[in-house]
């Protein structure tokens, strides 16, 4: 089993839409190294930590298992979609996702500055300047010092 965290902005999709869908699909990926690690890397039963980005309360909000792996995202044959790709193609899909199931909401978020000033995630790739990757691996050591904070 690995450990992710997974970038969400709560205004398109929150740890409180998850948990009110159950099962959702992470679709809408447009990095290729995120791409990649959803592809390459992500199974089942690995663990996600939820992190609200691009908001007031920027940190871990709760956690998720993936329940499904990489598979066609959807919706970048669809042209209505912000996420529509005219470049891609049905034979061989440019983007992928994964399903992730609701495991838990934390009791409070795990704010970004409280992560960097934690020496055990000194080199985790989040808490480094200039990092814009919206999936990223996340240590054994490192999952369980982000929470013990909670």
């Known amino acids: 089993m690995a450990y992710w965290l ?38 089942i039963g690995d663990e996600v930590l939820v992190y609200h980005s691009s908001c007031k309360q920027i940190g871990v909000a709760g956690i998720a298992k993936v329940v499904k792996e990489a598979y066609p995202d959807y919706f970048q044959f ?34 970004l500055s409280q992560m960097k000033a934690m020496p055990e995630l000194s080199e985790m790739p989040l808490v480094k300047r200039g990092n814009r990757l919206s999936i990223m691996s996340v240590s054994k050591a490192e999952w369980f010092a982000i929470l013990e904070k909670e």
């Open 6 to 43: 997974f970038k969400t902005e709560p205004d398109t999709f929150s740890i409180d839409t998850l948990q009110a869908q159950n099962v959702s699909c992470w679709e809408g990926v447009r990095n290729y190294q995120a791409r990649n690690m959803m592809r390459d890397e992500i199974k």
């Open 78 to 111: 669809n042209e209505a979609s912000a996420y529509f790709d005219p470049k891609s193609d049905f034979s061989n899909p440019r983007w992928i996702m994964v399903d992730i199931e609701f495991v838990r909401k934390l009791d409070r978020i795990i704010s």
